[in-house]
């Protein structure tokens, strides 16, 4: 429930047809706010396009990559807070063609950033960092005094996003938090090479599902409604707390490996298939999970869903969304 600190709010979302930006968006819109959605591709089958809430929503077609848009959505929208989650997220893709990456998801960041910077009428900006930040560490869990220590393209592209804000925090003391989540999963996400809709795909189309990796790399799986309301109370209480500069990690704490995920969902979906396991992954970390302790003490903050309760519902939403589109 989205409380009404959003009511007639003018709130501006990179990447809103992505996972979060989606989700985010829906429950700002409910929640009574003016969005303005940054969209770069039109993407008919987003989530975004299937709830209808691109159709209540100011939507600019552009990219991050672009300061001069950036800067013009700010005043002319009058933009009050901002929620940065454009990014180009895919791990595989980013060592193909880190170019790309880099542009996307440092160049993007400074350029929100800054276009925020000359905007007066900022009050808040909540930019989407990641576990990958932290690098490959070999102290766990992540807390967020962990070295942000990347070393693979998008694990470096969310580090060097991370530490931007950071610099315009204590160099311009730009109001901006810094969020580092698990891997997102649930309904909406139409990347299916990610394992969650990907195995969720094969087994409603009874073929095996597929996992890139050996099965044994240690995740943190966080359900996408426990993230949209941690997003939304971390950007409520950041004047109340004084909290401007910080970063928190948001997580159910709960260590899975991507095997045993792929068992949990078939077994949910009572299948009988057997995953097909590739082992062709590159440059992936191990282990990785966070302690989301911060954010419990300061914000008051904990998940609502199970990860089974997550995945069912996951499943639920791929069900419907898959019989319709057939």
């Known amino acids: 429930m989205v ?3 959003w009511k007639d709010r003018n ?3 990179t990447g809103c047809t992505g996972l979060v930006g989606s989700w985010l968006t829906k429950a700002l819109v409910e929640g009574g706010a003016n969005v303005t959605g940054l969209i770069r591709d039109l993407v008919p089958k987003s989530n975004l396009n299937w709830s209808g809430f691109n159709d209540k929503i100011n939507i600019v077609r552009g990219e991050v990559e672009d300061y001069f848009l950036l800067q013009r959505v700010m005043n002319e929208y009058e933009i009050d807070t901002v929620f940065h989650l454009a990014a180009q997220t895919i791990v595989t893709i980013a060592n193909r063609n880190p170019i790309s990456t880099f542009e996307s998801n440092i160049k993007g960041t400074w350029n929100v950033l800054e276009a925020c910077r000359g905007a007066p009428l900022v009050k808040r900006i909540i930019v989407s960092s990641s576990d990958k930040a ?6 766990l869990p992540y807390d967020e005094n962990t070295p942000l220590e990347g070393k693979h393209p998008y694990d470096v592209s969310k580090s060097c996003a991370d530490l931007l804000c950071r610099a315009y925090f204590e160099t311009y003391k730009l109001p901006v938090c810094i969020t580092r989540c698990g891997n997102f999963y649930g309904g909406g996400d139409l990347n299916f090479n990610r394992i969650v809709p ?12 597929i996992i890139r ?9 966080f359900y996408i409604e426990d993230g949209v309301e941690a997003y939304i109370l971390l950007a409520e209480k950041m004047e109340e707390l004084e909290i401007q500069g910080e970063a928190f990690n948001f997580s159910n704490e709960i260590q899975v490996t991507v095997l045993d995920l792929v068992e949990k969902i078939l077994k949910i979906m009572k299948s009988d298939l057997k995953p097909k396991i590739l082992k062709e992954t590159t440059n992936e970390i191990k282990h990785q999970y966070l302690s989301a302790k911060k ?15 997550g995945l069912q519902r996951t499943i639920k939403w791929y069900e419907g969304f898959l019989s319709k589109r057939e």
């Open 3 to 5: 409380d009404k600190f």
């Open 134 to 139: 932290y690098g490959d560490q070999e102290k």
């Open 295 to 309: 954010a419990k003490e300061t914000l008051k903050w904990k998940p609502k869903y199970t990860l089974e309760e």
């Open 11 to 13: 709130v501006f979302v």
């Open 198 to 209: 990907g195995t969720i795909h094969s087994v409603l189309n009874k073929k095996a599902p």
């Open 213 to 221: 990796s050996d099965g044994s790399l240690v995740r943190d799986y």
